[in-house]
C-alpha cells in the first residue's frame, strides 16, 4: 500500500507544478465553454478523492455526513457531464485551491492509513489497493487536463 500511496503523491505532486504562475483571474476561466477551469478541475479531484475514501463506498454519498469540510464538496464539482453546462467558480484564488486540494489529499490519506491493499473496499473497486491505485491515476489524468486548459489560454508552463 506504501507503492501506491507514494504514487498517489507524486501524483499530486505533479498537479501542482501544473499551478505553477496560474494567475487568479485564470483559475476559474474557461478556455472553451465545453471545457472545464483549472479551478473545476481541481474541485472534481479533491471531491472524488473525498467522496472515495471517506463516503462507505457510495458513489453519492450525503456530502454533509462525510467526516470533511470543504468548498468543493458540491455537486456542481461532481462530474464533467454534471457540471460542464453550469460553470462555477468559488471565491478562492489559485494558492488556495491548490491547499485545499492538498488539505483534502492528506485527510483522505488518513482514512487510507493502516488499510491494507488487499483489504476489502465498500465500492466499487473492490479493494483500498485498486481505489488508491486509480486515484493516483485520476489525479495525473486531471493534471494532464489542467495543463491543456493552460496551453489554451495561452499560458507558458514548465512541461510546454
Known amino acids: 500500500m506504501d507503492t501506491l500511496i507514494e504514487a498517489w503523491d507524486?501524483?499530486?505532486g505533479e498537479f501542482a507544478?501544473?499551478?505553477?504562475?496560474?494567475?487568479?483571474?485564470?483559475?476559474w476561466r474557461r478556455a472553451h465553454p465545453k471545457l472545464l477551469s483549472v479551478g473545476e478541475i481541481?474541485?472534481?479531484?479533491?471531491?472524488?478523492?473525498?467522496?472515495?475514501?471517506?463516503?462507505?463506498?457510495n458513489h453519492s454519498p450525503d456530502l454533509a455526513k462525510l467526516p470533511i469540510e470543504s468548498p468543493f464538496l458540491q455537486q456542481a464539482f461532481r462530474y464533467y457531464t454534471s457540471?460542464?453546462?453550469?460553470?462555477?467558480a468559488l471565491d478562492m484564488g489559485s494558492a488556495q485551491v491548490l491547499e485545499e486540494?492538498?488539505?483534502?489529499?492528506?485527510?483522505?490519506?488518513?482514512?487510507?492509513a493502516g488499510k491494507e491493499k488487499d483489504e476489502p473496499y465498500p465500492g466499487q473497486w473492490g479493494t483500498w489497493g485498486?481505489?488508491?491505485?486509480?486515484?493516483?491515476?485520476h489525479v495525473a489524468y486531471h493534471t494532464g487536463q489542467a495543463y491543456s486548459v493552460r496551453h489554451l489560454l495561452g499560458h507558458k508552463t514548465e512541461d510546454n
Do not use: C
Not at 17 to 27: H, K, P, T, W
Not at 45 to 53: F, I, L, R, S
Open 17 to 27: 507544478i501544473a499551478f505553477g504562475g496560474l494567475s487568479d483571474e485564470d483559475v
Open 130 to 137: 485498486n481505489l488508491v491505485q486509480y486515484q493516483a491515476f
Open 83 to 88: 457540471s460542464v453546462d453550469h460553470p462555477y
Open 42 to 57: 481541481a474541485g472534481h479531484v479533491a471531491y472524488a478523492q473525498a467522496v472515495w475514501t471517506m463516503g462507505g463506498g
Open 10 to 12: 507524486e501524483a499530486h
Open 101 to 112: 486540494v492538498a488539505r483534502v489529499h492528506e485527510a483522505a490519506k488518513d482514512t487510507v
